[in-house]
């Protein structure tokens, strides 16, 4: 939950720009493994919801309201703002996979990897 005032635990993704690349790959996945834990997830963060979504995890967009353009792909999903929701992606998870392989050939499922660090991380 990243809303004021709002139910549950407050939590914030907010990094220092010189956290190690390691560090903030790990943060991401304690973040994704408490979302997939989580009883239900309040949240205006879209980075938040689809992660939610997918782990069938009831999720409640509550997008600012000078910002609801930016949130269309909650809409074209036939989801609404402010309720809790759950949606059934295996059909998208199927497709998704299915180009990969068509353009990748073989594809590993299992636990996401940490990709090859930068030599020059952070960023000057």
């Known amino acids: 939950m990243d809303l004021p005032n709002g139910p ?8 220092r720009r010189e956290v ?12 994704l493994a408490r979302y997939s834990r989580a009883a239900e997830v309040h949240t205006s963060r879209l980075h938040v919801a689809l992660p939610c979504l997918a782990m069938g995890t009831p999720v ?17 999903l036939g989801l ?3 309720k809790l929701q759950q949606l ?9 996979i299915a180009f990969l392989r068509q353009h990748l050939g073989e594809v590993t499922a299992g636990e996401p990897q940490l990709p090859v660090e930068p030599p ?4 000057p």
């Open 80 to 82: 609404e703002f402010g």
């Open 88 to 96: 059934d992606v295996s059909p998208m998870r199927d497709a998704f």
């Open 20 to 31: 190690p690349f390691t560090a903030q790959w790990k943060l991401g996945l304690a973040a």
């Open 120 to 123: 020059d991380w952070p960023p």
């Open 8 to 15: 549950g635990a407050q939590l914030t993704h907010g990094l």
């Open 60 to 76: 409640a967009l509550h997008p600012a309201r000078f910002q609801r353009e930016r949130y269309s792909l909650f809409e074209h």
